[in-house]
């Protein structure tokens, strides 16, 4: 980078960096963003009549395109640039234009906080960057997301440098691995890592006089003589094929092997799932709009973990010690339920054998506050108090501790971290959806939106809970690090200042291996394809079409003049992120939409004073006076009630029965759980370019990623995909089977289970071998906890009891 700048210095390109310099100077404002510095460009490109490399080719063409802020100062220009993804340079030039400096991170955030005007001389540091040092890091950017693999790479590679050393270490697992005290894999018989070499051997021999379907119980007691206790499989051939693998790792460790064979050894049988804010239930409530997509999630992930464990158990010959794995999900019990179940304490998760959402109430410090529902901007001072109690209640309810937290959302991730650390157990981080990155200058201005949202304890309890955490998991790569043109989730809390309370100056490593890509699927007992006839329920169907298209009811707006024109849909919550309004604009503004379509929107909320705070009220009203600045009344039909799941399933199918579309016009979607809903139901889906929809959607040569801020753009996009079903009538059912099949193969729980608990699995065994290094970060940790988070979270608590 240091030459490219040198080269514009010393060319006749620095006129044209000048003159951009300029232009931005004359503007009333000082901090500049990528989209708005890319115009300022193409306007002097287009202004100079440069030739059309100059604006992507040229030095200064490329300088503009790495940049994505500018900070203009008195005396001088700040380039924050991002030549890589996952790296940052900064670069200052002064007001002479005579050289550029390379800036570090603390400089910048200084720089920051003069923006702001709240500029502190001395200021508390947050750097996890030496906690990392020592631990093995990925190189390529390509392969952020990737962790499992590369650790098991790492680990062969360190058992081939030291392969004695490592077979003790081995041995140490085994010799100490139990279920409530039942010694489980080998027992006393083996005493050291070179016996246990040895009498694989000799197992392996014994096994293979054996008849492959023997029952393990038929030769338990002779596979103990040999120091081999159960766990290893349920027949002779699968015992059999579990010592093979580890006598091939003992013996030339490649990654493949270890993957294989450490994914059938037991070694997780108690899990749980923290999701704190969640209205959970599974009867007549799925979470607030805030929470639906977490709740659902949540809910299939405990399912589906129990389910697999169930079978892992079975097929590792546990069954003999009749062992029973437990899935428990953790949540708030609400006194003031409102006609849930949100008050029990115990309540069993349907289709499973032993999986249950525990409730655990907030400690009543205010039972105004307390015995209802808290938004998640507002939980944040019951939360320590709240791990106290569920460790409690969770080590009664296993009867033992568990074997792997997973947390969800920010104030899950935080009790998941308080329990962890207690519990000495395996920590999994799920973000599900990072409010600093929604939130545009929130943490520059969050003086100012603290007493709405928090956002200083929140931000707070992200960092605590993404390095706090043994491995996270991701849905899609732009998660972690976005795209060449933006920044990824994870990423933009690598360097930020939060003025006058901390700078961030490397708040966590984006190329640590604890990042693993593995995104959810959907329940597909209930979004399943429109044309599987034969599951779908007569009864309902009629039902669902009546409700979109029909029905009169003081909860839906609007009715169809022509019903018979393809449909486009739309299911959210009312808030400017999921930006309905957005949409709707985007069809009123458009007459050859109008006419081509109608606009269905699905709410949970049609009526201003239904609304659970201001802003939601906003978008409510916001979306009335569209409707009725465009005349919308014919062509728009709004469903303002919050349907059961399974109706929520058909009426997917019943849109794709009018070969309809689905649009996700989000202004940002970390992932977008409806996207996969829809497209699992058959319907051609549209959603923002903005997030993880990129990588869920094949964009193809059609263009399925739109532009929220783009209105006649995105017309444009529909309007050309309806333009060739018209023109071809198979082009539409094409494209259905298409993104049915992209669901299937690659969106699924079965994959996303048995994948999480091989992570568990691994960076457990990890954990163990790199205790002192993983001991200094949780202290640090602790350390920010105390000294950060609970001053933050006890201001709102003050906050609360005045009420």
Same mark, same amino acid.
């Given at each position: 980078?240091?030459?490219?700048?040198?080269?514009?210095?010393?060319?006749?390109?620095?006129?044209?960096?000048?003159?951009?310099?300029?232009?931005?100077?004359?503007?009333d404002?000082?901090?500049?963003?990528?989209?708005?510095?890319?115009?300022?460009?193409?306007?002097?490109c287009?202004?100079s009549?440069?030739?059309a490399?100059?604006?992507?080719?040229?030095?200064?063409?490329?300088?503009?395109?790495?940049?994505?802020?500018?900070?203009?100062?008195?005396?001088?220009?700040?380039?924050?640039?991002?030549p890589?993804?996952?790296?940052?340079?900064?670069?200052?030039?002064g007001? *002479?234009?005579? *050289?550029?400096?390379?800036?570090?991170?603390?400089?910048?955030?200084?720089?920051?906080?003069?923006?702001?005007?709240?500029?502190?001389?001395?200021?508390?540091?947050?750097?996890?960057? /030496?906690?990392?040092?020592?631990?093995?890091?990925?190189?390529?950017?390509?392969?952020?997301?990737?962790?499992?693999?590369?650790?098991?790479?790492?680990?062969?590679?360190q058992?081939?440098?030291?392969?004695e050393?490592?077979?003790?270490?081995?041995?140490?697992?085994?010799?100490?691995?139990?279920?409530?005290?039942?010694?489980?894999?080998?027992?006393?018989?083996?005493?050291?890592?070179?016996?246990?070499?040895?009498?694989?051997?000799?197992?392996? !021999?014994? =096994? *293979?006089?054996?008849s492959?379907?023997?029952?393990?119980e038929?030769?338990?007691f002779?596979?103990?003589?040999l120091?081999?206790?159960?766990?290893?499989?349920?027949?002779?051939?699968?015992?059999?094929?579990?010592?093979?693998l580890?006598?091939r790792?003992?013996?030339t460790?490649?990654?493949a092997?270890?993957?294989?064979?450490?994914?059938r050894?037991?070694?997780?049988?108690?899990?749980?799932?923290?999701?704190?804010?969640?209205?959970?239930?599974?009867?007549?409530?799925?979470?607030r709009?805030?929470?639906?997509?977490?709740?659902?999630?949540?809910?299939?992930?405990?399912?589906?973990?129990?389910?697999?464990?169930?079978e892992?158990?079975? =097929?590792?010959?546990?069954?003999?010690l009749?062992?029973?794995?437990?899935v428990?999900?953790?949540?708030?019990?609400?006194?003031?339920?409102?006609?849930?179940?949100?008050?029990?304490r115990?309540?069993k998760?349907?289709?499973?054998?032993?999986?249950?959402?525990?409730?655990?109430?907030?400690?009543?410090?205010?039972?105004?506050?307390?015995?209802?529902?808290?938004?998640?901007?507002?939980?944040?001072p019951?939360l320590?108090?709240?791990?106290?109690?569920?460790?409690?209640?969770?080590?009664?309810?296993?009867?033992?501790?568990?074997?792997l937290?997973?947390? *969800?959302?920010?104030d899950?991730?935080?009790?998941?971290?308080?329990?962890?650390?207690?519990?000495?157990? @395996?920590?999994?981080?799920?973000?599900?959806?990072?409010?600093?990155?929604?939130?545009?200058?929130?943490?520059?201005?969050?003086?100012?939106?603290?007493?709405?949202?928090?956002?200083s304890?929140?931000?707070?309890?992200?960092?605590?809970?993404?390095?706090a955490?043994?491995?996270?998991?991701?849905s899609?790569?732009?998660?972690?690090?976005?795209?060449?043109?933006?920044?990824?989730?994870?990423?933009?809390?690598?360097?930020?200042?939060?003025?006058?309370?901390?700078?961030?100056?490397?708040?966590?490593?984006?190329?640590? /291996?604890?990042?693993?890509?593995?995104?959810?699927?959907?329940n597909e007992?209930?979004f399943?394809?429109?044309?599987?006839?034969?599951?779908?329920?007569?009864?309902?169907?009629?039902?669902?079409?009546?409700?979109l298209f029909?029905?009169e009811?003081?909860?839906?707006?609007?009715?169809?003049?022509?019903?018979?024109?393809?449909?486009?849909?739309?299911?959210?919550?009312? @808030?400017?992120?999921?930006?309905?309004?957005?949409?709707?604009?985007c069809?009123?503004?458009?007459?050859?939409?109008?006419?081509?379509?109608?606009?269905?929107?699905?709410?949970?909320?049609?009526?201003?004073?239904?609304?659970?705070?201001?802003?939601?009220a906003?978008?409510?009203e916001?979306?009335h006076?569209?409707?009725n600045?465009?005349?919308?009344?014919?062509?728009?039909?709004?469903?303002?009630m919050?349907?059961?799941?399974?109706?929520?399933?058909?009426?997917?199918?019943?849109?794709?029965?009018?070969?309809?579309?689905?649009?996700?016009?989000?202004?940002?979607?970390?992932?977008?759980?409806?996207?996969?809903?829809?497209?699992?139901?058959?319907?051609?889906?549209?959603?923002?370019?903005?997030?993880?929809?990129?990588?869920?959607?094949?964009?193809?040569?059609?263009?399925?990623?739109l532009n929220?801020?783009?209105?006649?753009?995105?017309?444009?996009?529909?309007?050309?995909?309806?333009?060739?079903?018209?023109?071809?009538?198979? !082009?539409?059912?094409?494209?259905?089977?298409l993104?049915i099949?992209?669901?299937?193969?690659?969106y699924?729980w079965?994959?996303?289970?048995?994948?999480?608990l091989?992570?568990?699995?691994?960076?457990s065994?990890w954990?163990?071998?790199?205790?002192?290094?993983?001991?200094?970060?949780?202290?640090?940790?602790?350390?920010?906890?105390h000294?950060?988070?609970?001053?933050?979270?006890e201001?709102?608590?003050?906050?609360?009891?005045?009420?």
């Amino acid at each position: 980078m240091n030459e490219l700048v040198q080269t514009i210095l010393n060319s006749d390109e620095k006129a044209a960096l000048r003159h951009l310099i300029n232009t931005l100077s004359t503007l009333d404002k000082r901090y500049f963003l990528r989209n708005e510095i890319l115009q300022a460009f193409a306007d002097y490109c287009q202004n100079s009549q440069k030739p059309a490399y100059f604006f992507h080719s040229s030095s200064i063409g490329r300088l503009i395109h790495y940049t994505h802020e500018i900070i203009r100062e008195e005396e001088s220009t700040w380039f924050i640039l991002r030549p890589r993804i996952g790296s940052q340079e900064i670069w200052r030039i002064g007001a *002479n234009m005579t *050289n550029f400096e390379q800036m570090t991170p603390q400089a910048l955030l200084d720089v920051r906080d003069r923006v702001v005007n709240r500029f502190q001389p001395q200021i508390l540091e947050i750097d996890f960057s /030496p906690f990392y040092h020592g631990y093995p890091r990925i190189s390529d950017p390509r392969n952020i997301g990737q962790g499992l693999g590369f650790l098991n790479r790492h680990l062969c590679a360190q058992v081939l440098s030291d392969p004695e050393y490592w077979l003790e270490v081995l041995f140490d697992v085994f010799h100490r691995h139990s279920y409530n005290g039942i010694p489980l894999l080998i027992n006393a018989r083996i005493d050291s890592g070179k016996q246990l070499a040895k009498q694989v051997k000799q197992a392996l !021999h014994f =096994l *293979n006089e054996l008849s492959p379907s023997e029952p393990y119980e038929k030769f338990r007691f002779d596979f103990q003589e040999l120091g081999f206790e159960p766990g290893w499989g349920n027949t002779a051939s699968r015992v059999l094929e579990t010592l093979e693998l580890l006598d091939r790792l003992i013996d030339t460790q490649e990654p493949a092997t270890l993957e294989a064979f450490v994914s059938r050894v037991p070694t997780v049988f108690r899990v749980v799932l923290v999701s704190i804010h969640g209205w959970i239930s599974q009867e007549g409530v799925l979470g607030r709009p805030e929470t639906t997509g977490q709740v659902i999630y949540v809910l299939e992930q405990a399912r589906h973990l129990e389910n697999k464990l169930q079978e892992e158990i079975k =097929l590792a010959g546990l069954d003999v010690l009749d062992i029973q794995p437990q899935v428990i999900i953790l949540t708030r019990l609400i006194p003031n339920c409102e006609g849930t179940l949100c008050n029990l304490r115990l309540e069993k998760v349907e289709g499973t054998e032993n999986a249950w959402i525990l409730r655990v109430p907030f400690a009543e410090f205010n039972p105004n506050v307390t015995q209802n529902w808290i938004s998640k901007y507002e939980i944040w001072p019951y939360l320590e108090t709240f791990a106290l109690d569920a460790e409690r209640e969770l080590l009664a309810q296993f009867r033992g501790g568990p074997d792997l937290i997973i947390g *969800n959302y920010s104030d899950g991730n935080l009790v998941a971290f308080l329990l962890a650390r207690r519990l000495k157990v @395996t920590h999994c981080n799920i973000a599900h959806s990072l409010e600093k990155p929604k939130h545009l200058f929130s943490n520059l201005y969050w003086h100012d939106l603290e007493d709405k949202y928090h956002f200083s304890a929140q931000y707070t309890a992200d960092i605590i809970g993404m390095n706090a955490a043994d491995f996270i998991i991701t849905s899609t790569y732009q998660e972690i690090v976005g795209t060449p043109d933006t920044l990824g989730q994870y990423e933009s809390y690598k360097c930020f200042t939060m003025p006058q309370l901390y700078h961030v100056v490397d708040g966590i490593d984006l190329f640590s /291996p604890k990042f693993n890509l593995i995104p959810p699927g959907v329940n597909e007992h209930i979004f399943f394809p429109h044309n599987q006839l034969q599951d779908r329920d007569i009864t309902v169907s009629k039902r669902v079409q009546d409700l979109l298209f029909t029905r009169e009811d003081p909860q839906i707006l609007g009715h169809l003049e022509n019903q018979s024109k393809r449909p486009i849909f739309a299911v959210g919550a009312l @808030t400017p992120i999921d930006n309905l309004t957005g949409l709707a604009e985007c069809f009123g503004k458009s007459q050859e939409l109008q006419h081509s379509c109608n606009l269905i929107i699905v709410t949970d909320k049609l009526h201003p004073h239904q609304a659970i705070n201001s802003e939601e009220a906003e978008e409510i009203e916001k979306l009335h006076n569209i409707i009725n600045e465009y005349n919308l009344h014919g062509h728009v039909r709004w469903v303002g009630m919050q349907l059961p799941i399974t109706d929520l399933g058909e009426t997917y199918r019943v849109i794709a029965d009018f070969q309809g579309i689905f649009v996700h016009f989000a202004r940002f979607e970390a992932f977008g759980r409806s996207i996969l809903e829809a497209m699992s139901s058959g319907l051609p889906t549209f959603a923002t370019q903005f997030g993880g929809s990129l990588e869920i959607i094949e964009d193809g040569e059609n263009g399925f990623h739109l532009n929220p801020t783009d209105l006649e753009g995105t017309a444009k996009t529909i309007l050309n995909f309806i333009d060739q079903c018209n023109s071809y009538l198979e !082009h539409w059912y094409k494209i259905s089977e298409l993104v049915i099949q992209r669901i299937r193969n690659k969106y699924n729980w079965q994959l996303h289970t048995k994948q999480l608990l091989l992570l568990a699995k691994i960076y457990s065994f990890w954990n163990f071998i790199n205790q002192e290094i993983g001991e200094a970060k949780a202290r640090y940790v602790e350390t920010l906890f105390h000294l950060l988070y609970k001053p933050r979270a006890e201001k709102i608590l003050e906050q609360h009891m005045q009420r």
